[in-house]
């Protein structure tokens, strides 16, 4: 069964610094990956996603990820963040197996102090 | 646009009653997705639906969970004879009928949360 493990329930970081959350998944075939995140009191939105081509994917407000194959992972990355960047992210699967499941993670909870 | 619409946002039920959240999707969507999340658990996969068609519902409890998509108006997600556990909050996705389901984006609701005394 596929599974996604986040590393890191919470992450304090102060403003500029740099983020990398990672998220791990178990599955051995065609993956499709994304990283959703919600912010305070509002839904889950769309950060990034990968589902072919260059394993460096950009997504919205300055974040990326990397998927690397080999280790299974999909890490999302920012250089520098902000404090409106506090919020929860969640990596997610969805194994091209011809379901129809997206298998989230238990979600990283990022406080930006300013 | 209006966006994916749960209702309610907040139920309480006592342990024996039933339970319904009802979910609009994004207009112009087909696809549907209920999810459960537990604290501090992830999002659980329930059951992915499209109008009047249940796709899969490998993630639904065998017993007292139901969940439907009818022609006209929302899905609704049904829990009978709540107990404690159901306690959670219950998310609603919703994508286009051109999207396909494995590398599409997903579009949340803001949740309804069960509270079970």
């Known amino acids: 069964a596929q599974s996604v493990s986040q590393h890191n329930h919470h992450v304090i970081l102060s403003e500029a610094a740099s983020l990398e959350l990672g998220c791990n998944y178990s599955?051995?075939?065609?993956?499709?990956l994304f990283w959703y995140v919600q912010y305070p009191g509002q839904h889950l939105q769309l950060l990034l996603k990968y589902f072919s081509g260059d394993p460096l994917v950009k997504g919205i407000k300055g974040f990326e990820a990397e998927f690397i194959k080999s280790k299974f992972s999909f890490n999302l990355r920012k250089p520098s963040v902000q404090w409106s960047d506090t919020a929860e992210y969640f990596c997610?699967?969805?194994?091209?197996?011809?379901?129809?499941?997206?298998?989230f993670g238990a979600g990283t909870r990022l406080f930006v102090k300013a | 646009n209006a966006g994916v619409m749960q209702n309610p946002r907040h139920l309480v039920r006592r342990r024996g009653q039933e339970a319904r959240l009802r979910c609009s999707p994004m207009k112009g969507h087909s696809h549907v997705y209920w999810y459960r999340q537990l604290p501090e658990e992830g999002l659980k996969f329930m059951v992915y639906?499209?109008?009047?068609?249940?796709?899969?519902e490998s993630g639904m409890p065998k017993e007292r969970f139901s969940a439907e998509f009818p022609k006209e108006g929302p899905s609704i997600l049904r829990i009978q004879q709540v107990v404690r556990g159901d306690s959670a909050a219950y998310f609603c996705?919703?994508?286009?009928?051109?999207?396909?389901?494995?590398?599409?984006?997903?579009?949340f609701g803001e949740g309804s949360r069960l509270t079970v005394l």
């Open positions: 599955y051995g075939g065609t993956v499709n």
């Open positions: 996705a919703s994508s286009p009928l051109t999207s396909d389901p494995n590398t599409g984006e997903l579009f």
């Open positions: 997610a699967v969805n194994a091209d197996t011809g379901g129809f499941k997206t298998i």
């Open positions: 639906l499209q109008k009047e068609n249940i796709i899969d």
